[in-house]
């Protein structure tokens, strides 16, 4: 029998399973990464309907609780994927400094008493 | 010999004006100078007013930081076949007669990079500038072992060679500390000049206010762990 707790979270997670597989289709996300987040909630299904198995993998990493063994991993993950949104918006702020730059020196604007040599514009 | 003056500009319309015309016409072993606003997206007049001193402009289209503005005048010095590059900045903190200084050790080949340090020299400086130009240099020193009196100093000069090796990519205030990194990677020959740091009410305003220290150190930080 499900007890509230575990009716509750399943329903969050079919919900979450449900986004990767339609954003997937809609192709927002690349394939790598539909099955990274399949199995991250693939593995929360498993804990959810068999609570044991959290248990179990507590036991093996010599942790207490099955709860503790999944916040340390899920704290670890998340401190890992804010690092590569960090990266990630670094890189999308120098692709948009390298645009404005190029669009910067296409566009220089000679003054009246331009010299032959220099790169022209437009 | 051609050299190039590159003017990073942000929302300086008050004063641009005034700090173009003062720039030297004619240096000592120099053939030509010319001279390259960077608008760096100003919100105000700051391209028109520059254009009617018949200067050439540059614009970016959104504010990218004053380390992009810088990078994007040396791309375009070197485009147009700069021998000597020199980075001097809008607010009028810096006094025109030090370009011909800090020109001086690339023409007669004893440096590649020229640093117009504020900090050569005891000259009267606000404390608190005087403490986090300090910090500045601590934290380069820390972060990438390479020191300078004056890490922040907008007033540098670049030889040819020193404009293709160095490669430095933050795009605000942090660039400043990079571009000694670089040259320190690079064992570019380094010299500090002495410079005179007008601080008047106006570029105190207008320049990097205190509170920035801190997201500039944590960036640098950041980067030193990336």
């Known amino acids: ?122 | 010999m051609k050299l190039v003056i590159v003017v990073p500009a942000y929302n300086e319309s008050q004063v641009i004006e005034k700090v173009l015309k003062s720039l030297p016409k004619k240096i000592d072993g120099i053939g030509k100078i010319e001279t390259v606003v960077i608008d760096d997206g100003s919100l105000d007049q700051t391209a028109k007013v520059a254009k009617r001193s018949n200067i050439l402009v540059l614009s970016h289209v959104l504010n990218r930081g004053a380390g992009a503005a810088t990078r994007t005048g040396i791309d375009f010095a070197k485009s147009i076949g700069a021998d000597i590059i020199v980075t001097f900045d809008a607010d009028g903190q810096h006094n025109p007669d030090d370009i011909e200084k800090i020109v001086r050790p690339i023409l007669e080949n004893r440096a590649d990079l020229v640093i117009g340090s504020r900090l050569k020299k005891r000259q009267k400086m606000p404390i608190d500038r005087f403490i986090l130009n300090w910090l500045g240099n601590l934290t380069t020193l820390l972060l990438f072992g390479a020191f300078s009196t004056d890490t922040q100093s907008g007033l540098r000069a670049f030889s040819k060679s020193a404009a293709d090796l160095i490669d430095f990519k933050s795009d605000r205030m942090e660039f400043s500390s990079e571009i000694i990194q670089e040259a320190k990677r690079h064992r570019l020959k380094v010299e500090e000049v002495p410079t005179h740091a007008i601080y008047t009410q106006y570029s105190r305003l207008k320049g990097q206010k205190n509170t920035n220290a801190l997201p500039v150190f944590t960036r640098t930080l950041i980067k030193f762990l990336r």
């Open chain 1, 1 to 122: 029998m499900l007890t509230a707790i575990q009716i509750f979270l399943l329903a969050l997670v079919l919900f979450f399973i449900s986004r990767v597989v339609l954003r997937a289709r809609e192709k927002v996300i690349p394939a790598k990464t539909a099955v990274f987040w399949s199995i991250i909630w693939l593995s929360a299904l498993i804990g959810i309907l068999l609570p044991k198995t959290t248990t179990q993998l507590a036991g093996i990493f010599g942790v207490g609780r099955g709860v503790d063994i999944i916040v340390y991993i899920s704290l670890v993950l998340l401190f890992y994927l804010v690092f590569r949104v960090y990266v990630m918006i670094e890189d999308l702020r120098r692709d948009i400094t390298s645009l404005v730059r190029q669009i910067a020196l296409q566009n220089a604007s000679m003054p009246p008493k331009s010299t032959a040599g220099k790169k022209s514009g437009r």
